[in-house]
């Protein structure tokens, strides 16, 4: 549960509010404190052609600011409480960066506050952005990652290769704020790991699914599908298994096309 309103909602008395008006039918769950800027940043500097040496001076200044005081504001036995009542089991945070989650677990050990669990960021065969600071963070600290966007936004299923654009799909329905997945960059890495699946005798979902479960540093993939034949494909990547030879592949058209669709 996201508790949004900047970073004043991590003011105690908006969380205590927040929790029954936006969970009346959760008996318990993960409520996510982090601040409202933390998610947009990751986005809005994701595409670097929008990116100027003020903006990332402002940002970071900006950035540091909100981090070091947030948990300030929270009382640390608001969260406690929701814990030990058993309304929540634990928090995370989600959409941040290696600063963001190293600072909130140092400001855990400090100052005796409830510690971040997890971060759910994006992760997958054509993002692994992740791997760069993340990762070892996520290992080191036992903070792992809660895997959103597997499939690139249904990229890595294969379906809008060649042109096409399934009725209904996310991208027909929302090409304006999902486009981005399907740059020329991305379309090329597409093809190749669908070509690596066919040589394998797996379907892309398969490939790109199993890619991400075997991840050291990856708690939980959060999979997504609207049919049960989606489902049912998403799930059976559990008993796939990627043999070096595989990942040789998977690395080298990595290396040779890197994060194509951040």
């Excluded at 549960?1 to 004043?8: E, H, P, R, S």
């Excluded at 677990?105 to 791997?131: A, D, F, G």
Aim: hydrophobic content about 35%; overall charge negative.
């Amino acid at each position: 549960l996201y508790i949004g309103g900047g970073w004043y909602g991590l003011l105690s008395h908006l969380i205590r509010d927040a929790w029954p008006n936006s969970s009346m039918n959760i008996t318990s769950g993960d409520i996510d404190p982090r601040c409202e800027e933390f998610g947009w940043k990751l986005f809005h500097n994701s595409d670097i052609n929008f990116v100027t040496e003020d903006m990332i001076s402002h940002d970071l200044h900006e950035y540091s600011a909100i981090i070091s005081t947030s948990c300030e504001h929270v009382e640390p036995s608001v969260l406690e409480k929701f814990i030990k009542s058993g309304k929540i089991r634990h928090i995370g945070m989600s959409n941040e960066t290696p600063f963001g989650l190293s600072k909130y677990i140092e400001l855990s050990k400090n100052k005796n506050l409830p510690r971040m669990m997890s971060v759910q960021n994006p992760y997958n065969l054509v993002n692994r952005t992740y791997e760069i600071g993340m990762s070892e963070i996520s290992l080191r600290e036992k903070c792992g990652l809660l895997v959103y966007y597997p499939l690139a936004a249904g990229g890595l299923s294969g379906k809008y290769r060649n042109g096409q654009m399934p009725k209904n799909s996310r991208m027909d329905l929302f090409f304006q704020g999902w486009g981005r997945h399907l740059n020329p960059l991305a379309m090329k890495a597409y093809d190749e790991y669908y070509k690596l699946a066919k040589d394998n005798n797996m379907t892309m979902v398969q490939l790109a699914q199993s890619f991400v479960n075997t991840r050291p540093f990856v708690t939980s993939n959060i999979i997504g599908a609207t049919t049960m034949e989606q489902l049912k494909e998403n799930i059976d990547s559990i008993d796939v298994e990627l043999t070096d030879e595989i990942m040789e592949k998977i690395n080298l058209i990595h290396n040779n096309n890197p994060n194509p669709s951040p």
